[in-house]
C-alpha cells in the first residue's frame, strides 16, 4: 500500500506546471475563504461581544411564569427574593457580578408636554461593574448617592420633551396593584442607542426609584455577567441546580436565546460563507476534472499496461482518487499557510472599512484565525478534487486494454 | 510435453465503419510448456491480435483458448485479471515502464499486485535486475536509460514473478540491431535457464535465426509453423516452404 501511495504522489508531481496550477487555484480557493470566514467572524464575534455588552449580559434569569402568561400588571410576573437568587448566582466561578433590572412603561411630563416611555431600571454600580454602561452623549450615568432621583433619557425622547440635563421630569405609572403613581425626576443624562425609535422612549432610571415608583419590591429579571462568553454554557449547568431550591420557580435564558439581531447577522453571514464555500467547491470541481483528465489520456498506453499485467480496475480508480486527494492536501496546505500569514497582515495593517449608516467610527477590517474554517476549506477542497477525479478515474478503470496499449 | 497454450480455431473481428476487418482467421496454434516461440509477418498480419487473445486481453470472436487447460473465454474480467497476474508476463514494443519508479520498483511492480512483503519484493525485483544485468541501473529512473535497458527492465518486470508464459509483442522494435539481437538472446537464456515458455513476435527476418520455432502469419492465417534447432536450419526454414508459403500467402 505505501509503494501504491508513493506512486500518487510521484504521478502528483509527473507534469509540474499542470500540478503548479491545480495548487494555485486550490490553494487561492482556501486561502479566500480564510480570509472571508476569519472576516465574518471577526464581525460577528464583534457584534456578539457589543450585544452582550450592551446590557443583554451572558445568562439572564427570569420567574419561570414570565415564560407562560403575559403580565396583567407590572412586575405581576417578577422576581420576589431577587436578593436571594443574585446571592447564590455571584457565588459561582466565573460570574463577575448579577445586575437586577425592571421594564417598565408609562408617561412621562414636563408640566406642559407628556409622552410615552419605555423605561428600564437598574442598579447603577451592578451595571457599571459589568461594564453595561450606556451611551451617553451629554451629561453623566446614573448615580443613587445624589438626593435627586437621576434619569437618563434618549435623545429622541429630550428633543420631544425639549428637556436638557438638569431638567425636571415627572414619570407616572401603574403601580403593582393598580393604581397611578409618579415620581419626580432630574434629567442626569441623554443618551443614544442607535436605533431612532428606541431613542424616543427611552428612560432609565434606578432601580430603587423604580420599586418606590410601582411600589413593588420585585424585579423583571437579573442579567448575569460572566468573565467569559466561552463559560456560559458552564456557568448555565451550574445554575440550574443551584437555583432550583427557591421558592420562586426561576428560568434561565442563554444570551443566544435572547440576541435575535445577533442570530440574524450571523445567519446571514453564515449564508453568505456558506455560497462562498459552494462557489469554490465547484471552482476546483470543474477546473480539476478537465487536469485530471488531460492527465488521464496522457498516461492511456501506461494505464493499459498496468491492466495488462493484472493490477485490479479498483486499484487504478484508487490511484487517481488517491493523486486528486494528494493534490488537494498539499493545495489547503498551502491555502491555509497563505490564508492564515495574509489574515495576520491584514491585522498588523489595521485596514478600517467606511462606517456604515448609523455609525460615525469605521469597522475594523480583522482576520481572525478560526481552526474550524481551516479544516472545513481544506476537507472542501479535498473532497471537490476527489469527486473531480471519479470521471477520470472510471474512465481509466473502463479502458479497453488493447485500445489502451496501441495509444499514441 | 504438456501444452500451456492451446488456440482452436481462433478468429478475431474488428468492426469498422459499416464492415468487419478479420484479424484472426480460424487459427489454430498449440504451444508446449518451455518453448521458445516467435510469431513472424508483416504488419497486419495479426500478430498482435494473436498474442493479445494468448495474453488474455483481449477476447476471440469465435473459437478458444486455452490456457493450462483453462478455457479463458469462460473466465470473468476479475478471474482473467488475476490470472494474467499470476501466469503471464508481458514485455511491450514501447517498454511501457511507469516513468514515476525507479528501475527496481518498476520490476517490483507485478510483485506488488500479488500482495508480496516488501522485503520479499525488493529481494526478487534485485534477483530479476541481475539475472538481466541491470543491478548498477537499479535506482535509475527509465527516462535515465537507454532503450535497451528499458527493455531488459521491461523483461525482468515481466519474469519477476516467474510466470509460465512471458508474451513479448515486437520487443526488438524500437531497438537497434545489437541490443535487439542481445535481447533475443537475454529472453532465449532465460528460457533455457528458468524453463519459461516465451512467445514473442517480430517482422526482423535476423531474429528469428535465433528462435526455434516460427509461426508465420499473413493475413491472419497460420500460414506456416517450423521447429528448427540451429540458426542454420531457421536460414534453411527462410528459405524453403515456409517462406514460399508466407509469399505466396502474401499475395494472393
Known amino acids: 500500500m505505501s509503494k501504491f501511495l508513493l506512486l500518487a504522489f ?31 467572524r471577526s464581525m460577528t464575534d464583534g457584534l456578539r461581544e457589543n450585544t452582550i455588552r450592551n446590557g443583554l449580559g451572558h445568562i439572564q434569569i427570569f420567574n419561570a411564569e414570565h415564560f407562560q402568561r403575559d403580565e396583567i400588571r407590572v412586575l ?71 438626593e435627586e432621583v437621576g434619569a437618563l433619557i434618549g435623545k429622541g425622547l429630550a428633543r420631544s420633551m425639549n428637556a436638557k440635563v438638569g431638567d425636571g421630569l415627572t414619570l407616572l405609572a401603574v403601580t403593582s396593584d393598580g393604581a ?14 442607535g436605533a431612532a425609535e428606541l431613542d424616543a422612549r427611552y428612560m432609565r432610571i434606578p432601580l430603587v426609584s423604580a420599586q418606590r415608583l410601582l411600589q413593588s419590591n420585585r424585579v423583571t429579571n437579573l442579567v448575569v455577567g460572566l468573565d467569559s462568553t466561552s463559560n456560559t454554557d458552564r456557568v448555565y ?23 435575535t439581531y445577533y442570530k440574524q447577522v450571523r445567519n446571514m453571514f453564515d449564508g453568505i460563507f456558506l455560497f462562498m464555500g459552494v462557489i469554490v467547491f465547484f471552482m476546483v470541481l470543474m477546473s480539476s476534472v478537465n487536469t485530471l483528465l488531460m492527465s ?34 498539499f493545495g489547503a496546505v498551502i491555502g491555509v499557510l497563505v490564508g492564515n500569514l495574509a489574515g495576520s497582515l491584514i491585522n498588523w495593517l489595521d485596514f478600517r472599512l467606511p462606517p456604515p449608516p448609523g455609525f460615525t467610527v469605521g469597522i475594523p477590517f480583522h482576520v481572525v484565525h478560526v481552526p474550524a474554517i481551516m479544516i472545513g476549506a481544506s476537507l472542501l477542497v479535498i473532497v471537490s478534487l476527489i469527486l473531480a477525479s471519479t470521471l477520470p478515474a472510471l474512465r481509466a478503470s473502463r479502458l479497453r486494454i488493447t485500445e489502451a496499449l496501441a495509444h499514441v | 510435453m504438456d501444452s500451456l497454450v492451446m488456440a482452436e480455431r481462433v478468429s478475431r473481428s474488428f468492426p469498422l465503419d459499416h464492415s468487419e476487418v478479420r ?95 516488501a522485503k520479499e519484493r525488493r529481494k526478487r525485483a534485485a534477483e530479476a535486475l541481475e539475472c538481466v544485468g541491470l543491478s548498477p541501473r537499479a535506482a535509475q529512473r527509465p527516462d535515465l536509460l537507454s532503450g535497451g535497458e528499458r ?29 535487439a539481437t542481445q535481447l533475443i538472446d537475454l529472453m532465449r537464456e532465460l528460457n533455457r535457464n528458468l524453463g519459461l515458455t516465451f512467445i514473442f513476435s517480430t517482422h526482423d527476418q535476423r531474429l528469428l535465426e535465433h528462435t526455434p520455432r516460427i509461426v508465420r502469419l499473413c493475413d491472419g492465417r497460420v500460414v506456416s509453423d517450423s521447429t528448427v534447432g540451429t540458426p542454420g536450419d531457421v536460414q534453411a526454414a527462410m528459405k524453403g516452404d515456409g517462406h514460399e508459403q508466407v509469399l505466396a500467402a502474401c499475395l494472393s
Open chain 1, 10 to 40: 510521484r504521478n502528483v508531481f509527473r507534469n509540474r506546471r499542470r500540478t503548479v496550477m491545480t495548487l494555485v487555484m486550490v490553494a487561492g480557493g482556501v486561502a479566500g475563504l480564510l480570509l472571508a470566514g476569519g472576516y465574518f
Open chain 1, 76 to 146: 405581576d410576573t417578577g422576581i420576589d427574593d431577587w436578593r436571594q437568587a443574585s446571592t447564590r448566582v455571584s457565588s459561582i466561578a466565573h460570574v463577575r457580578g448579577v445586575a437586577p433590572r425592571i421594564e417598565f412603561y408609562g408617561m412621562v411630563s414636563n408640566g406642559q408636554k407628556s409622552s410615552v416611555y419605555m423605561g428600564s431600571a437598574v442598579d447603577p454600580n451592578a451595571e457599571r461593574s459589568l461594564g453595561f454602561t450606556p451611551n451617553l452623549i451629554e451629561g453623566r450615568d446614573l448615580d443613587q448617592s445624589g
Open chain 1, 180 to 193: 397611578l403613581n409618579g415620581i419626580d425626576v432630574q434629567v442626569a443624562g441623554i443618551v443614544q442607542t
Open chain 1, 237 to 259: 449547568r451550574e445554575l440550574v441546580p443551584r437555583l432550583a431550591g427557591l421558592p420562586q420557580r426561576l428560568e434561565l435564558r442563554k444570551w443566544i436565546d435572547l440576541a
Open chain 1, 296 to 329: 488521464m489520456f496522457e498516461r492511456t498506453r501506461e494505464i493499459g499496461s498496468m491492466l495488462a499485467m493484472g493490477t485490479p480496475h479498483f486499484w487504478i480508480v484508487a490511484m487517481f482518487m488517491a493523486e486528486a486527494g494528494v493534490l488537494g492536501l
Open chain 2, 23 to 117: 484479424a484472426l482467421n480460424e487459427v489454430n496454434l498449440q504451444v508446449a510448456t518451455g518453448e521458445f516461440l516467435a510469431i513472424a509477418g508483416p504488419s497486419g498480419s495479426g500478430k498482435t491480435t494473436l498474442l493479445n487473445l494468448i495474453g488474455c486481453i483481449d477476447s476471440p470472436t469465435s473459437g478458444r483458448i486455452l490456457l493450462d487447460g483453462r478455457d479463458t473465454s469462460r473466465l470473468t474480467r476479475k478471474q482473467t485479471a488475476e490470472l494474467r497476474r499470476q501466469r503471464i508476463g508481458f514485455v511491450f514494443q514501447s517498454f511501457n515502464l511507469i516513468p514515476v519508479f525507479t528501475a527496481l520498483e518498476n520490476v517490483e511492480y507485478p510483485l506488488l499486485l500479488c500482495e508480496m512483503s
Open chain 2, 151 to 179: 527493455q531488459r527492465v521491461a523483461v525482468a518486470r515481466a519474469i519477476v514473478h516467474r510466470p509460465a508464459l512471458v508474451l513479448a509483442d515486437e520487443p526488438t522494435a524500437n531497438l537497434d540491431t545489437q541490443n
